[in-house]
């Protein structure tokens, strides 16, 4: 029924192009291990995220099944069974939608729902349980969580868009440059940098920097800029290729780089 009644705006949506954003190999690899990845800050499906998401719905599985074992009486009037039952519908409902529609399965922010639904499924399931494997299985939880939180927490970026959290930093250092040289200076970037420093170009925060990015070729490289902003990750899903930049042909100087973020700013291009 639910199917039914989404039916015609995604049609309208997949058939205007809309629905460009996500994934297409599974409802495991891309949604429940892209919320895998962002929980554990990390822009690539690595062996410890697989590992992570394997051990949570073992976990969950083992305990909501013993949950309604316990409680197969009433197990249908429970909070807990309502939560199971929309959670189960909403997965089914992007797997129809994939199959039948030609969506794409939701990952990154778009996952997040199901990781509410996950974690209160399971917190009423732990709760029907005696209460030592309650606090076995809340004190597990909570120290995972809490030593995931403090080895990766930061006050400066986020996991999705990283690199632009030096954006600021570089053109302070441009703009400088600009002012000392009593002329503005002239940067091309590597096109995922584009909204933030047309962000600053508009607001006119930095006044000794120009950009000078090919609006009509976001590959496209100018060699007459002074800077280049080069982001070495490759992102996949918006099809940027860290791999296949022309700047990566060219000689070099180094500037500045930040190797966790992988971003570096080089001059003198030829």
């Known amino acids: 029924v639910l199917l039914l009644i989404v039916y015609e705006p995604l049609r309208k949506l997949v058939s205007e192009g809309h629905l460009y954003y996500g994934g297409k190999i599974g409802f495991y690899h891309d949604s429940l291990l892209s919320l895998a990845q962002s929980i554990l800050y990390s822009n690539t499906a690595s062996v410890i995220s697989i590992w992570c998401l394997d051990i949570f719905l073992g976990i969950w599985i083992v305990v909501v099944a013993l949950s309604f074992v316990k409680h197969r009486k ?97 053109f302070k250092y441009l703009n400088k440059k600009g002012e000392e040289s009593g002329r503005p200076v002239t940067v091309d970037f590597s096109w995922p940098f584009q909204s933030a420093i047309y962000f600053y170009n508009d607001r006119k925060q930095f006044p000794f920097v120009i950009a000078v990015k090919n609006t009509g070729d976001r590959e496209d490289l100018n060699k007459s800029a002074d800077y280049y902003i080069y982001y070495g990750t490759t992102m996949e899903k918006v099809g940027y290729n860290s791999a296949n930049q022309k700047i990566l042909e060219l000689t070099k100087d180094t500037v500045m780089k930040f190797e966790k973020e992988k971003v570096y700013l080089f001059r003198n291009m030829r």
């Open 74 to 170: 009433d197990s249908l009037l429970r909070i807990k069974s309502m939560l199971t039952l929309l959670l189960a519908s909403s997965v089914l409902l992007a797997i129809c939608q994939h199959y039948f529609l030609d969506t794409k399965f939701p990952f990154d922010r778009a996952v997040l729902p199901y990781y509410a639904m996950f974690v209160l499924v399971l917190c009423f399931s732990v709760y029907e349980l005696s209460h030592f494997v309650c606090k076995i299985v809340l004190t597990i939880v909570v120290i995972a969580f809490s030593f995931n939180f403090l080895a990766n927490a930061n006050l400066y970026k986020t996991i999705t868009w990283d690199f632009d959290s030096r954006t600021p930093e570089i």
